[in-house]
């Protein structure tokens, strides 16, 4: 989504009022409206309202819920409106490269930290990832363009 928004705004705002950070807000709630009717077809009432009687019988109360669902909802977007906006400061490729060490780096400090067991596979994966950066980050200092040396006039 952000990669498409920074494609087609290239950092110009398109029209009056819609930035590159606007059309990542219009984006997010166009996002929203087609994806609830999937979601509630998908899940379907029951599965929606036995997760809500869950939390209630968890010793949640309504306002409680509420409130960690709001705040669980406004830091998920923040957390992608500050991606999109270090989008429109690096290259797309860049910016995969480091989303991609960034799951590795949490992947690793909720091994460290919680002591959560990680799969052959997982461990595997974890690795590729790693190697693959630090591949493409090679590859990029190798090939950076040389800076013009001045003519002798």
Known sequence: KAILSKKVLDGKPLGENLTPANMFAVLTILGFLFILPASLLIEGPAKV????????????????????????????????????????????????????????????????????PVSKLGALGSGIAILGATAYSIAKNKCKPKPASPSPE
């Open 49 to 116: 309202s036995a997760a809500y009687t869950a939390s209630l019988a968890a010793g949640y109360t309504k306002v409680q819920l509420f409130r960690l669902l709001s705040i669980s909802g406004f830091l998920y977007y923040i957390y992608n409106e500050v991606a999109f906006l270090a989008l429109s400061e690096v290259a797309p490729v860049t910016h995969a490269v480091t989303n991609t060490v960034k799951r590795v780096v949490i992947i690793l400090a909720s091994v460290l930290v919680f002591r959560n």
